[in-house]
């Protein structure tokens, strides 16, 4: 029997996309609309959601990096979106409804955090946030009325990690959809259906694009769920376009290599950041000392290319740090091949009262690197230089 393709392999080539020329790199349908010979065609189109008709329906260069993305997940079906943002509405908004409630992570993604505390009250939702780091937390949390649980892991700002199995099991059990963040975590290190959860999303803007030049998301999960998303898609409009569904099928390819660097790169860094006399404290997943360390070994193949330090020092200290670094950017967002740092607490979280701010665990001087490919023997040099 044929062996089952390996990650890389399904990276590089899994889907279809029919070219007559035998085109290996796939051609982009730039086009919003497609011309069908008859109406019956154009009516057998429609009704498919796969097939050539209207980009906002299904686009060939579309529907290539969402098979791709199933196959990496172990999906059945998977749709592409605009955003990683438009990924998260999308699986939120086709399960719940008015006078349900949710259970989520506390330490979710800011735009996430703001979709269940502050846009889906205002249409009947209710969301609890919780500690995910004990799954006692979630099972607390859960109603009668429970419809959705929300995972995210490994998350900011200290890496928190969730045990996914535990959680996806009580979800199942209370009759909620489980939906998992995988964004950070990419499906080379976890594989969040196989764990239990019922749908994965995606920011693709970060590693699965993997190059910090495009905007994407998606969701993967079992075919069921197909006819719901698409229908947010058509009515809410959040629909990826072909140009950057090839920039991800470009990218893509090589996510599971560079996941594997990034993962060592992060590691090394990680080490090399404990022992700085000038660092407080680091926090990454694959240090034994860190409170999801056991957690992250059960679900993670590795732990992933995002890590947070704090420099003795505060706020001051903090801001001339991530202004010295050479290579390392100060830019938002993770994931590229480009190695990135924020300073929260002088840059995103500028405007957020300290106490609160520090209550979210974002201390003065925490620094998050999202270390990109470049040789790690430079990163750890641009560290020392800027900490000195
Ligand atoms: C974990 C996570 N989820 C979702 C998002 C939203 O993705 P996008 O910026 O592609 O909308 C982000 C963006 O930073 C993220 O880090």
Redesign the pocket.
Known sequence: MARKPGFNTLAAHAGELADPHGAVSPPIYQTSTFAFPTVEEGARRAASYSEAFYTRWANPTVRLAEQRVAALEGAEACVLTA????A?SVAVLSVVRAGDHVVCAECV?S??FELFGRVLPRLGIQTTFVDPTDPENYARALRPNTRLVYV?TPANPVLAITDIRAVAELSRAAGAVCVA?N??ATPYNTQPLALGVDVVVH????YLGGHHHL???AVAGPASFLPGWREQLRVFGGCADPFSAWLLLTGIQTVGLRVERQNATARALAEFLRRHPRVERVYYPGLADHPGHDVARRQMRGFGGVLSFEVAGGLEAGRRVVERLRWMKLA???GGVHSLVTHAASTTHVHVPREERLRAGISDGLIRVAVGIEDPEDLLEDLDQALA
């Open positions: 955003s990683g943002m438009a998260v993604y735009g996430t995210e963040d964004t950070f920011s693709a803007t970060k905007v994407l998301g938002v967002s993770l």
